[in-house]
């Protein structure tokens, strides 16, 4: 449902992981009054994304509409705002991508996270694939495993929580600017989500918890943030004042 996060398992990351420059072109190419076959068409010989398919643009836009125009505030903010520091776009697709792909959500915000508090930073794909088999009613044959282990790894390496390599990779958290964390805020409070103010997926999966988001939060400018025990108080500008 619109201004939730999905809950229901897919198979879309198989075909696309977090498409940081091609987000960043929707962004700023799309009109969302104009809707299916017609957008295809524009996107297409508009060359939003270059000089991919026809079938290409289709299966992009189609993810995008799952991932963005599924909340509208949020892609309102999108289409004008220019963030100044280039590590907050892929924290944005990383947190909507985690929005609407719960497989991911639950890799991002949980596995890895829980891997580095253990102290077992190091995984390869075999790793992530006995963890995929093992989620409930995952009735997937092990190619198919292996193959949601590969995307899951890509998506998450693009996004900067893990080492770039080929092989063994190293879970790590990345920098987060304030203002992809501002973005971060203002996002989770117009949608239904995992988790409360402290703890949720989303924070998680950048290393942002308890103390930590506390003292990120407080500073945050445009952004009231006050939290008494278990109460937390917290108020932010809109998504469309940002920028």
């Avoid at 009735?139 to 998450?156: D, E, N, S």
């Avoid at 932010?236 to 940002?242: D, K, T």
């Amino acid at each position: 449902m619109p201004g939730a996060e999905v809950t229901a398992f897919h198979t879309r990351i198989l075909r696309l992981t977090l498409a940081v420059q091609e987000s960043r072109a929707y962004w700023e190419a799309v009109d969302p009054e104009v809707r299916g076959q017609a957008r295809v068409e524009r996107a297409f010989s508009e060359r939003w994304f270059g000089n991919k398919s026809f079938a290409r643009v289709k299966l992009l836009l189609a993810n995008f509409a799952v991932r963005f125009d599924a909340y509208p505030e949020a892609l309102a903010a999108l289409r004008r705002w220019r963030p100044a520091d280039p590590g907050t776009r892929p924290l944005i697709c990383h947190w909507h991508l985690q929005l609407a792909d719960p497989l991911y959500r639950e890799f991002t915000g949980d596995w890895l996270p829980s891997r580095l508090a253990e102290g077992r930073k190091e995984f390869d794909s075999d790793t992530v694939a006995r963890w995929v088999g093992a989620r409930p009613n995952a009735a997937w044959a092990p190619a198919t495993r292996y193959g949601f282990a590969t995307k899951l790894i890509r998506a998450a390496d693009e996004a900067g929580l893990v080492s770039a390599g080929q092989g063994s990779r190293t879970a790590q958290f990345p920098q987060v600017p304030d203002e992809a964390l501002g973005y971060l805020v203002r996002l989770l409070q117009l949608v239904t989500h995992t988790g409360g103010w402290e703890d949720n997926p989303y924070l998680r999966s950048v290393g942002l918890t308890h103390d930590t988001v506390d003292a990120r939060l407080r500073r945050l400018p445009d952004v009231t943030y006050r939290r008494m025990g278990s109460l937390v108080e917290l108020h932010a500008s809109p998504l469309g004042a940002m920028g």
